[in-house]
């Protein structure tokens, strides 16, 4: 006999199967990541059409199959409409999406991570044009903070020390780098890369920040972030830019971090790049 479960989940990823069914990926929070087949969902008025599109909660009927589930019936419990109604918090969405995607797991209860990406989805929903980069960086933080990978943003990896941006000093520097999981202080940090342990063995070029770019960067260790500028910066400066371009910055650098810790690229970082680029 065919068994069959319930879980509530939300729909990451929909590719068209045959002519007329969709495979979902679904994650739920009792049961982790679920491939399932949407049987006739892209017929004209299949009541699994809607219910099969990106970013909705519902609440669903299973059948275990031998490779891939079925779905047989989906009850709705929220959608994420204004996600479409503008195309860079869809962008954002599905970029964040990929990473969870990476990030969970089959046949295992991944509750804080549905609740952690269904949380940030809901700020991009609301989030206006000018604000979407600042709260992609932020739920990818908190994601990769939930892996227990983010990067050190408050202290040099190497030393230990509290690293506090001189948002005064524009020649202010630290150093950043991925395998040494986030913060380095320019100052030494020559000294003990070239003698110690794996921050020395695959030596690449350095990237260094301003005190912008780390102020920026320890605000998305917040609850809640500000996407306006750090108190004590403004456009006058003309190192500091646009506040868009910065949070352009600060996502290039987690991106990389990203790409650079899962060994994958980011697909959907090249659409933001496209479409963000003219906010």
């Known amino acids: ?22 495979l979902l990926t679904i994650l739920t929070p009792d049961v982790g990541l679920v491939r399932a087949v949407a049987p006739g969902s892209r017929k004209h008025q299949s009541r699994l059409g809607g219910r099969s599109d990106l970013f909705v909660i519902n609440e669903c009927l299973v059948v275990k199959g031998k490779r891939l ?62 604000t979407v980069l600042a709260a992609l960086c932020h739920g990818l933080y908190h994601l990769l903070a939930l892996a227990g990978v983010a990067p050190e943003v408050h202290r040099c990896t190497l030393s230990r020390a509290e690293i506090v941006p001189n948002l005064l000093d524009p020649a202010w520097r630290v150093e950043f780098s991925c395998e040494a999981g986030g913060l380095v202080q ?13 921050y020395s063995s695959a030596p690449k070029r350095p990237i260094l920040l301003t005190a912008t770019d780390v102020a920026l960067l320890q605000q998305l260790t917040k609850p809640e972030i500000l996407s306006t500028l750090p108190m004590g910066l403004d456009n006058k400066d003309p190192q500091t830019g646009k506040t868009q371009q910065l949070w352009a910055r600060v996502e290039r650098l987690l991106r990389e971090y990203t790409e650079n810790y899962f060994e994958r690229p980011i697909r959907s970082a090249a659409l933001v790049d496209v479409c963000l680029a003219t906010l």
């Open 1 to 22: 006999m065919s068994q069959t479960y319930k879980a509530t989940g939300i729909n990451l990823k929909a590719i068209p199967l045959g002519e007329t069914d969709r």
């Open 69 to 130: 589930d079925k779905l047989i019936q989906a009850e709705t419990l929220r959608t994420f409409s204004g996600l479409s109604q503008h195309l860079g918090r869809l962008t954002a969405s599905q970029y964040l999406a990929e990473v969870v995607l990476l990030m969970a797991l089959s046949d295992c209860p991944q509750g804080d991570l549905f609740h952690v990406f269904v949380e940030h989805l809901e700020r991009l929903e609301t989030a206006s044009p000018g």
């Open 186 to 198: 320019v100052n030494g940090a020559t000294q003990l890369s070239e003698g110690q342990g794996h």
